[in-house]
């Protein structure tokens, strides 16, 4: 399992990219369990008011979330570069600079 961590505006994004063998998450809309690599983060958006309260850049915004859209990538680069560009178009529709998001992707330790 490997884990891709978004930092920008003082907050953070963090999801995962399931590897080969482990078993992905299986729920209503999950890709097809024959991929071999499967990307599965929260999507969010801001909105006037509702949602949850975020602080940005030092302000505070209200952000609403959608369910997850898990996909599946026949190779791990391309679930990687999917996963980096997913974590950064979040960013961006909270008023972040894309370029300025720092994105690392780390092995997730086993428990």
Same mark, same amino acid.
């Given at each position: 399992?490997?884990? *891709?961590?978004?930092? &920008? ?5 963090? @999801?995962?990219? /399931?590897? +080969? @063998? ?6 209503? &809309? ?5 991929? #071999?690599? *499967?990307?599965?983060? =929260? ?7 509702? @949602? ?5 850049? &030092?302000?505070?915004? +209200?952000?609403? /979330? ?7 990538? =026949? ?15 979040? /960013?961006? +529709?909270?008023?972040?600079? #894309? &370029? ?9 330790? #086993?428990?």
């Amino acid at each position: 399992m490997l884990l *891709v961590c978004g930092s &920008g505006g003082g907050t953070d994004l963090t @999801g995962t990219v /399931f590897e +080969r @063998g482990e078993d992905p998450p299986s729920y209503k &809309g999950a890709p097809d369990e024959d991929a #071999p690599y *499967v990307w599965v983060c =929260d999507s969010f958006y801001q909105v006037e008011s509702g @949602g949850s309260a975020l602080r940005v850049d &030092g302000s505070e915004i +209200r952000v609403a /979330f959608e369910e997850p859209m898990p996909r599946g990538f =026949d190779t791990k680069d391309t679930a990687v570069t999917a996963a980096e560009e997913h974590v950064r178009t979040q /960013f961006a +529709r909270i008023g972040v600079d #894309p &370029g300025t998001v720092d994105v690392e992707v780390t092995k997730a330790d #086993p428990v």
